[in-house]
Every structure is written in C-alpha cells, then in structure tokens.
C-alpha cells in the first residue's frame, strides 16, 4: 500500500533561535516535508512564488515584506498554498487583519505542540485554524471594523473622539439624521446595545 505522500511547510520567521527549534520539531514529524526556513518575507516571497508548497506558517513582523504582505502578494498571484500565521501577538485586530489578507489559520507560539500540530492537520484539511489562546469575542468584533463602509469607519472614529453626532455631521458636512443612520448601522453591526457600547467594544478591539 502507498503511503501517503507528505505535506510540504516551509517556515518562515525572523526570529533565528525560535525558527531553528521548531524547524528541529518540524523535521521530527511523520508526514511532513519541512522544506525550507526563511527569515525575511523577500525571500520567502520568491521562494513561494517558484515553488508553492502545501503549508506555510508565518510570523507577523519581519524584514522586507510583513507576513501580511507576503501573503497579499502570494494570493494576487493565485498561490495555492495555505497559510498561518504563527506569531508572538494576539491581538484581536491583529487576527482580523490577518484573516482579511488571506491567511487560513492564526496559531500562537504560546500555543502547545500539540494545539500546533492539531493545527497543521486541520489546515491541510482545508479548514480555518484558530489557536484556543485567542480572545474570539474581541476578533468577531475586530472582524466587523473590517466589513465596515468608509464613511461608517470615518464616523466611528470620530464617535471614538468622543464627537456628538451634531458635531460630526458638521465635520464631515452631512446631516445629523444621517450621522445617526451610520450610528445606528454601527451599532448594529458590532452587536452592541447603544453608541457607548459601540464605542467600548471599538476601543477594547484596537481599532
């Protein structure tokens, strides 16, 4: 009977010392071909562009491109590879950001080694891979200030100032009523009971 042929993940952290140790686990794994560990999104980027693998876990900050640059550009080329970041930060906004550009999957490298692996297993399956480490109210609501119109995310920011809707019809030269439908439309949008609510969720999300 064949055996199954071996998902192939590359690793790509700037963080030397972090990288190396778990690309020592990595390689310890049935079933998987590390194949290879870059330490700056420039080359990972031209290395994923000449030859896709499977998997790619991703930290967030790096030199050259961002893990989320990297990302947005492998996915403008219709890369199929399935990615997850893999970082230090798990900020709600920040796995916001990170689901919007394209990523499949957010793991944190506080996360056990089994929750990771776990995690591998369920991203080659085609599924999203959330780490249990993860405030998920606080994304859902990140989630929402990214579907959000420009003129609601103006408004939202301008509510965050403490502005009145009055004040900021005349800032932006709308009608209050309209400054209040867009209210409304927030308030909607991230589950909230009222425009404080609203502005509580926003500040506790980081946007």
Known sequence: MTSPKPLSLVLVDD???VADAMSEWLK?????????V?????????ALSASPPDLALVDQSMPGLSGLELVRALRSTGCPTRF????????????????DA??????????????????IADLAKGECVLSSNLDMDGVRDAMATLRITARERE???????????????????????????????????FGARNAL?????CTEAGF
């Open 155 to 189: 408004i939202l920011e301008l509510l965050i100032q403490g502005l009145s809707a009055t004040d900021i019809g005349k800032r932006l030269g709308i009608g209050q009523r309209t400054v209040e439908t867009h209210r409304n439309s927030l308030v909607a949008k």
């Open 197 to 201: 609510e609203l502005v509580r969720k």
């Open 15 to 17: 963080h030397r010392m």
């Open 38 to 46: 870059y330490f700056d999104g420039t080359a990972a980027l031209a």
């Open 102 to 119: 394209g990523m499949d999957g957010y793991l944190l490298k506080e996360d056990s080694k089994s929750e990771i692996l776990r995690g």
């Open 84 to 99: 997850a970041m893999l970082t230090t930060y798990g900020h709600p906004m920040l796995v916001a950001e990170a689901l």
């Open 28 to 36: 310890s794994l049935p079933g998987i071909d590390l194949r290879g």
